[in-house]
């Protein structure tokens, strides 16, 4: 499942449905627009907290799984540590095949 959500973050990419880069993410969020943040897993501690609380603040559900290398990789971009999903159809797929994979046990993560 590992492997299925990273190529499906990879559709996601040439979809146009995803936003990398901290201000254009929180700028998103902020703007309601993210249905699903996706953060790496060895995210740096001050960035964490500050996607996680504006996420928290603005009711957006988000998810920190994937390492910095994983998440790079599978969008074609270096280094980054999060990422924004834009559209509601390829969240829940994501959502679910994290799920099946059991990484995420609930809705709240």
Do not use: P
Not at 5 to 10: E, I, K, R, V
């Amino acid at each position: 499942m590992k492997q299925k959500s990273l190529n499906l973050l990879g559709l996601m990419t040439r979809a146009g449905k995803i936003v990398t880069g901290e201000d254009l993410i929180i700028k998103n969020i902020q703007e309601k627009k993210v249905k699903l943040l996706v953060i790496a897993s060895d995210c740096g501690k001050n960035n964490l907290k500050k996607l996680t609380d504006k996420a928290k603040y603005y009711g957006t559900e988000f998810c920190v799984i994937f390492s910095t290398e994983e998440i790079s990789r599978a969008i074609g971009k270096e280094n980054r540590v999060a990422l924004a999903i834009t559209d509601t159809g390829f969240s829940k797929k994501l959502k679910e095949l994290l799920k099946q994979g059991g990484y995420i046990d609930n809705e709240e993560n």
